[in-house]
């Protein structure tokens, strides 16, 4: 069964635009897995402009599922996971003051890089997955770095999905093909939404886990939260 993580920094970036604490964002990790998600996925950035390093420790007990932290792993990130010890990271490279993550790790031209902080990362037992575009050869090297798993980078999907699905879908299946012959963990995110999500797991049924964060917010503006993640794990059905 593939899982749903909730990313709740949009969340945050609500409760940030007028001070406060409100939205709570401890209060809707909460309902997120009442209203059953599986995970929790928040990504801080060094200016905590939405998930603040301090959200991370408070959340971090509370979290009766999964955790997942997300993000480049500079020393004050690597130090927050260390502190927190979630039951996942996801490796992602991340510039300082970047909107959005929009591309995955060249894992062979950060290979010592990468496999110095996978190591101590699993010295501490914290499962970790690094973000790769739908690339077979960043897969083997993810592998080759130590990682758990790898998450397919699925923008380019989400942007095609419309103008030719079969076309789209295509470098991510030969992808995720990939991490299964090699015995990978296979997760996937970014603009995955009702619109496209299904598909996507038709054609790779076998992912552990999807974190989807921004669709899940908007969409529950309109359809309120427990039903959202109804839909979505509705879609994680073939």
């Known amino acids: 069964m593939t899982k749903l993580s909730v990313n709740i920094n949009k969340v945050a970036t609500l409760r940030n635009a007028r001070g406060g604490n409100n939205p709570d964002v401890l209060m809707v990790a909460a309902h997120c897995e009442e209203f059953g998600a599986e995970g929790i996925t928040v990504h801080p950035r060094p200016d905590e402009r939405h998930i603040r390093y301090q959200d991370v420790y408070d959340l971090r007990p509370l979290i009766t599922t999964e955790m997942n932290i997300e993000g480049n792993p500079i020393g004050k990130f690597v130090q927050l996971v260390l502190d927190v010890h ?3 990271v996801t490796l ?34 914290i499962r970790t997955s690094i973000f790769v575009d739908p690339d077979p050869k960043m897969v083997e090297g993810a592998l080759r770095c130590g990682a758990d798993r790898v998450e397919l980078y699925t923008e380019p999907y989400a942007a095609n999905y419309a103008a030719d699905r079969e076309e789209a879908i295509r470098p991510f299946v030969e992808a995720a093909e990939e991490a299964r012959r090699l015995r990978m963990g296979l997760n996937a995110g970014h603009d995955l939404s009702l619109v496209n999500l299904h598909f996507f797991h038709q054609r790779i049924p076998w992912l552990d886990e999807v974190s989807i964060g921004h669709a ?20 994680l059905k073939s």
């Open 86 to 88: 979630p039951h996942q």
């Open 92 to 125: 992602v490279p991340d510039s300082e003051h970047q909107l959005t993550s929009n591309h995955g790790w060249d894992t062979w031209e950060n290979i010592n890089f990468l496999t110095d902080i996978v190591g101590r990362m699993k010295e501490e037992g």
């Open 216 to 235: 899940i917010i908007a969409d529950a503006l309109y359809m309120g939260l427990r039903e959202t993640i109804r839909l979505y794990k509705r879609a």
